[in-house]
């Protein structure tokens, strides 16, 4: 329970059903030592006289989520700290505690459903298009997926807003969604300047495809494949971020036609039931939260990585970013590109 509208209105739909509750706020950061959200969590368990749990999981956050962030842009890469955070983190943490306390079920205001199918438990797509986060959760094993319990997935947000302030929980129906990572949810940039120690992060050179010089950067760190915004030049014409060459401080502009891959290769990779992805050409594979989709063939190669043949060349594959596997509105699985 963050104290937002999601997971508060999660605890009283489950409430409602029948279910005895408990609520568990993690604290993980806490910009400027703000604990509002802890103030609003309890607020509203003691509203429902549930149980609510404080667990303070800030000095593992730090080392799994914050460190990794961090030291992933340093090298070059593009870093997936919301997948990262439920698959390692948030998710088999709230099993942990579970388990200490007796507690089989485990819910949370993620807008995702389950189901049951040929033997295996899988994450399928929430009804609000716009809100479904099924693209962060493919990491997960099954004794997690058997004990979940989704009450968001069939409403949108429109609705979950309305059930919050019709029974008269109006501070959550009106809070805003939190956007983009929690730890510096607007720029990065700043963030990651004020983490690594001063020089590790100097100007350095645009280039094309062919050595020529363009302009100074503000150093590697600063982009990413794709990228084509805030590039600070102006060449009458679009470029983007093809590669960054950490150990030279270089970044590669080109067209975007350059940028295009027909394949990619997986670590750290988590395949629900083998026989529904490998070597199927009926696999949907995104690399992007929001509203992209590919046609591919996955196989598992000799050195345990997935290599994934795309029907169509895709544009801004990065290495670092995750990749998930569906069919329909089914996660079948995903990884980490390299």
Same mark, same amino acid.
């Not at 709230?94 to 485990?106: F, Q, S």
């Not at 590669?243 to 940028?259: C, G, Q, R, Y």
């Given at each position: 329970?963050?104290?937002?509208?999601?997971?508060?209105? =999660?605890?009283?739909?489950?409430?409602?059903?029948?279910?005895?509750?408990?609520?568990?706020?993690?604290?993980?950061?806490?910009?400027? @030592?703000?604990?509002?959200?802890?103030?609003?969590?309890?607020?509203?368990?003691?509203?429902? @006289?549930?149980?609510?749990?404080?667990?303070?999981?800030?000095?593992?956050?730090?080392?799994?989520?914050?460190?990794?962030?961090?030291?992933?842009?340093?090298?070059?890469?593009?870093?997936?700290?919301?997948?990262?955070?439920?698959?390692?983190?948030?998710?088999?943490?709230?099993?942990?505690?579970?388990?200490?306390?007796?507690?089989?079920?485990?819910?949370?205001?993620?807008?995702? +459903?389950?189901?049951?199918?040929?033997?295996?438990?899988?994450?399928?797509?929430?009804?609000?298009?716009?809100?479904? +986060?099924?693209?962060?959760?493919?990491?997960?094993? +099954?004794?997690?997926?058997?004990?979940?319990?989704?009450?968001?997935?069939?409403?949108?947000?429109?609705?979950?807003?309305?059930? =919050?302030?019709?029974?008269?929980?109006?501070?959550?129906?009106?809070?805003?969604?939190?956007?983009?990572?929690?730890?510096?949810?607007?720029?990065?940039?700043?963030?990651?300047?004020?983490?690594?120690?001063?020089?590790?992060?100097?100007?350095?050179?645009?280039?094309?495809?062919?050595?020529?010089?363009?302009?100074?950067?503000?150093?590697?760190?600063?982009?990413?494949?794709?990228?084509?915004?805030?590039?600070?030049?102006?060449?009458?014409?679009?470029?983007?971020?093809?590669?960054?060459?950490?150990?030279? @401080?270089?970044?590669?502009?080109?067209?975007?036609?350059?940028?295009?891959?027909?394949?990619?290769?997986?670590?750290?990779?988590?395949?629900?039931?083998?026989?529904?992805?490998?070597?199927?050409?009926?696999?949907?594979?995104?690399?992007?939260?929001?509203?992209?989709?590919?046609?591919?063939?996955?196989?598992?190669?000799?050195?345990?990585?997935?290599?994934?043949?795309?029907?169509?060349?895709?544009?801004?594959?990065?290495?670092?970013?995750?990749?998930?596997?569906?069919?329909?509105?089914?996660?079948?699985?995903?990884?980490?590109?390299?």
């Amino acid at each position: 329970m963050s104290g937002g509208t999601d997971s508060s209105v =999660a605890a009283l739909l489950l409430q409602d059903a029948g279910y005895e509750v408990t609520g568990i706020t993690f604290r993980f950061y806490e910009k400027d @030592n703000d604990t509002e959200y802890l103030e609003d969590a309890h607020a509203l368990c003691k509203t429902l @006289n549930i149980r609510h749990i404080v667990y303070d999981a800030r000095d593992i956050f730090r080392k799994t989520i914050i460190d990794y962030f961090i030291s992933e842009y340093m090298v070059g890469h593009t870093p997936v700290p919301c997948t990262v955070c439920n698959n390692c983190l948030k998710w088999p943490l709230l099993k942990k505690v579970a388990d200490e306390t007796g507690i089989y079920h485990l819910a949370t205001g993620h807008y995702v +459903q389950s189901r049951f199918i040929d033997g295996y438990y899988h994450i399928t797509t929430g009804t609000d298009p716009d809100k479904d +986060q099924s693209f962060f959760l493919w990491g997960l094993p +099954q004794d997690i997926l058997q004990r979940m319990l989704l009450p968001m997935g069939r409403l949108t947000k429109k609705r979950v807003r309305e059930i =919050a302030e019709e029974r008269g929980f109006s501070k959550a129906a009106r809070k805003r969604d939190s956007l983009g990572v929690c730890f510096c949810p607007m720029d990065y940039r700043t963030f990651l300047r004020s983490e690594v120690a001063e020089g590790s992060i100097c100007p350095g050179k645009f280039f094309d495809e062919t050595g020529n010089f363009i302009a100074r950067n503000e150093g590697y760190p600063f982009y990413t494949i794709g990228q084509r915004r805030g590039l600070g030049i102006d060449l009458n014409r679009a470029v983007y971020v093809k590669e960054t060459i950490p150990n030279e @401080n270089k970044v590669i502009l080109s067209d975007l036609k350059a940028l295009e891959k027909t394949e990619m290769r997986l670590k750290k990779w988590n395949i629900i039931n083998p026989d529904s992805l490998l070597d199927r050409d009926d696999i949907i594979v995104k690399i992007r939260y929001r509203k992209q989709a590919n046609r591919c063939t996955v196989t598992l190669q000799a050195d345990n990585t997935l290599h994934v043949q795309l029907h169509e060349p895709l544009t801004a594959i990065a290495s670092g970013q995750a990749a998930a596997f569906y069919r329909k509105e089914i996660v079948l699985g995903g990884g980490i590109i390299i």
